[in-house]
């Protein structure tokens, strides 16, 4: 199965700081996927990323996928306290419809 | 658009006993997941169902754990005998099939199980 590791584990910075999150596999990906958790509550669908080299932003986040399909990075600019929450990487290394795999997120608080 | 609709939103039972959640998926998605996604861990697929099929239930307990899609529409899962290991958030998602393009799943709020 896919395994893949997020880091940092945790995060604390003070608004208006950018800060990036990193999610690696050990295997080429064909989807990754980047979601956003409110703390006990479901999970929120942020960006898809498919092709090597291939970055997109929303807002103020901006997800990239490396050439070798197997590291994404999430970058947010000027973190607000809206920006916390746990995140979520998922992927699947398959071109065929399987349930994503997911990392064990990130906990990002954004302190005044 | 409706999301995907659970429930209970919480529910606390004793081990040994039993206990159903329900889902409602996006009208017109095709594909169903459950997922079981414990403190501190990421959301782990439990099943998954194309209609009322099931594609994926490699990782479900089957000796307590059951789910079943009648009609391809909303889905169950129970949990019998509960266990105190049980105890974590069941999240139903749910995801349109285009051919063999991947489509992101839409998640419901959950179903927070304490088992005591």
């Known amino acids: 199965s896919q395994e893949l590791e997020q880091s940092p584990q945790s995060l604390i910075v003070q608004e208006g700081k950018n800060l990036t999150i990193n999610c690696t596999s050990s295997?080429?990906?064909?989807?990754l996927y980047w979601y956003k958790q409110k703390y006990g509550e479901g999970l929120i669908f942020l960006m898809m990323l498919q092709k090597g080299g291939e970055e997109k932003s929303h807002e103020k986040i901006t997800a990239k996928l490396d050439e070798k399909k197997q590291q994404s990075s999430l970058h947010i600019t000027a973190s607000q306290p809206s920006h916390a929450g746990i995140y979520l990487c998922g992927a699947t290394p398959l071109n065929s419809g399987y349930a994503l795999n997911f990392g064990k997120g990130t906990s990002l608080l954004v302190t005044p | 658009e409706a999301g995907v609709a659970q429930s209970p939103r919480y529910k606390i039972i004793e081990k040994r006993q039993s206990v159903a959640f329900w889902c409602n998926p996006i009208s017109g998605h095709a594909t169903l997941y459950w997922y079981q996604q414990i403190l501190g861990q990421g959301p782990k697929l439990l099943i998954q169902f194309q209609n009322n099929g099931v594609v994926d239930d490699s990782q479900l307990p089957k000796d307590r754990f059951s789910a079943e899609r009648l009609k391809g529409v909303d889905s169950t899962l129970k949990i019998q005998p509960a266990k105190l290991e049980d105890s974590a958030v069941y999240l139903c998602?749910?995801?349109?099939?285009?051919?063999?393009?991947?489509?992101?799943?839409?998640f419901g709020q959950g179903t927070r199980l304490t088992v005591v």
């Open positions: 295997k080429t990906l064909y989807g």
């Open positions: 998602a749910s995801s349109l099939v285009s051919g063999y393009m991947n489509t992101e799943a839409f």
